[in-house]
Nanobody, 118 residues
Framework: QVQLVESGGGLVQAGGSLRLSCTPSRSTFRPNAMGWYRQAPGKQRELVAGMDSGGSTIYRDSVKGRFTISRDNAKNTVYLQMNSLKPEDTAVYYC????????????WGQGTQVTVSS
């Protein structure tokens, strides 16, 4: 069973930055699409950003211009650089992997907490 191992969450003040990382536990697992979802208390899980192996990306509107997703194929790792963070970005962030950036994949990370204080 492949696991997605996340790191990089934490507490930051509004306007600050964080970078999340996600790497599959098995190096031979190289999904076409990897991305990030988030879930705030009392809300549904929502797509934040996704990227496929061809470099196509997708972002939710509220993070465009502030967040950047990238992949290091040599390290088999996906990153989410989050700048100009806002309190409404506070959530548990989950790494996701699958076939397409427009379809939720079947593989999930354990989640990492991001808290933005005002």
């Amino acid at each position: 069973q492949v696991q997605l191992v996340e790191s990089g969450g934490g507490l930051v003040q509004a306007g600050g930055s964080l970078r999340l990382s996600c790497t599959p536990s098995r190096s031979t697992f190289r999904p076409n699409a990897m991305g990030w979802y988030r879930q705030a208390p009392g809300k549904q899980r929502e797509l934040v950003a996704g990227m496929d192996s061809g470099g196509s990306t997708i972002y939710r509107d509220s993070v465009k211009g502030r967040f950047t997703i990238s992949r290091d194929n040599a390290k088999n790792t996906v990153y989410l650089q989050m700048n100009s963070l806002k309190p409404e970005d506070t959530a548990v962030y989950y790494c996701n992997a699958g076939r397409s950036i427009t379809i939720i994949g079947p593989y999930w990370g354990q989640g990492t907490q991001v808290t933005v204080s005002s």
